[in-house]
């Protein structure tokens, strides 16, 4: 064959041509099986990584949509990650390859973007609490997946990627970041320094005791030391915690047992912290608002407010700022009314 294709262009082929024409028989079915072989492999590589993206997105975003069915703990305790959050961080991690983690990361930098953004945009209050708190949440569903990328995030310089470490921390705590987490209880702001406070809290009742005695100590070199110069400590107490009302015997007990135990509190920690309350009138809230269709309720309320009105959960916030700030160094064991002049 080789000879007769090698005829049909040289009347005297000689012995190149017609291993030349032998090549061109061989080699055009091998060429042409190579191609085929190599175009078969990219459209089935790209259909099966289209088809991985695709099924990792439609987990992700199944997994995020779902709300945030978790409750505040109780005062004192920490925010540790319940049955529903493990559950959610599984299914994600295990959509993700081991060597594919990164494959999160462009979810987790959207959800550090929209805490900061609430942070920065939204007003003081329960509303923004609320809704940074679902976004935590959602961090912490990506945490078992992206574990490997807590050391890069926890030495951001974005406060939502450093919130994600921690919320990662959370379901998987890693004792070597127990300095980082005590630094971060005084450097970072409330809502973050109350997710690393969670973290070491839930991580010393479960660790053993030379881990948890780790924990204590990184905790109280940090609020000693120099990160931490202007401490404060606010307790709500009420204007019922310098009067007396009838019908409210315990209540009255238990506000001005606070202002007694701020005096105290205030000259045990001093220098180291300063405490103080803020001792509000009653604030307009939709707890609130029923006993005020009460008619000799509200005539008893408004005839001791000289000013007319209730007090505003914003105003609220607004004054526990005040005894927070730096710029009252100085100020402590004192008790700050809110009242309209109720107790004037």
Request: aromatic letters at 8%; hydrophobic letters at 45%; proline letters at 6%.
């Amino acid at each position: 064959m080789s000879v007769r294709a090698a005829g049909a262009l040289l009347l005297r082929p000689s012995s190149a041509a017609i291993s030349a024409a032998t090549a061109l028989i061989v080699g055009n079915p091998l060429i042409g099986f190579i191609c085929g072989y190599l175009y078969t492999r990219l459209f089935l590589q790209g259909a099966f990584v289209r088809s991985y993206h695709g099924s990792l997105r439609e987990t992700i975003q199944e997994v995020l949509s779902k709300p945030d069915h978790s409750v505040s703990p109780p005062i004192g305790e920490p925010s540790v990650p319940s049955e529903q959050d493990r559950e959610s961080a599984q299914r994600i991690l295990d959509a993700v390859p081991a060597d594919k983690a990164s494959d999160v990361l462009p979810t987790l930098a959207r959800l550090a973007t929209e805490y900061e953004a609430l942070r920065s945009a939204m007003p003081f209050g329960i509303e923004r609490t609320l809704r940074m708190r679902g976004v935590a949440a959602r961090m912490k569903w990506l945490g078992l997946a992206a574990v490997p990328f807590v050391r890069q995030l926890s030495q951001s310089a974005s406060p939502g990627e450093r919130l994600a470490a921690l919320k990662f921390l959370q379901m998987k705590f890693d004792p070597a970041y127990i300095d980082w987490l005590a630094e971060r209880i005084v450097k970072e702001a409330v809502f973050i320094g109350y997710q690393a406070a969670s973290a070491l809290q839930a991580r010393a009742q479960a660790a053993g005791r030379l881990e948890a005695q780790q924990i204590k100590t990184a905790v109280r070199k940090m609020l000693e030391g120099d990160a931490a110069d202007d401490r404060a400590n606010i307790n709500i107490s009420s204007q019922i915690g310098h009067v007396g009302a009838p019908e409210r015997s315990v209540y009255c007990m238990t506000k001005h047992a606070m202002e007694g135990l701020t005096k105290a509190a205030a000259i045990e920690f001093a220098p180291r912290i300063r405490v103080n309350t803020v001792a509000p009138t009653f604030v307009d809230t939709p707890m609130t608002q029923p006993f005020f269709e009460n008619e000799h309720f509200r005539n008893w309320v408004f005839d001791r407010i000289p000013m007319g009105r209730l007090l505003q959960g914003e105003q609220v916030a607004a004054a526990v700022l005040y005894p927070a700030s730096p710029a009252v160094a100085m100020i402590t064991g004192t008790s700050l009314r809110i009242d309209g002049g109720w107790t004037a």
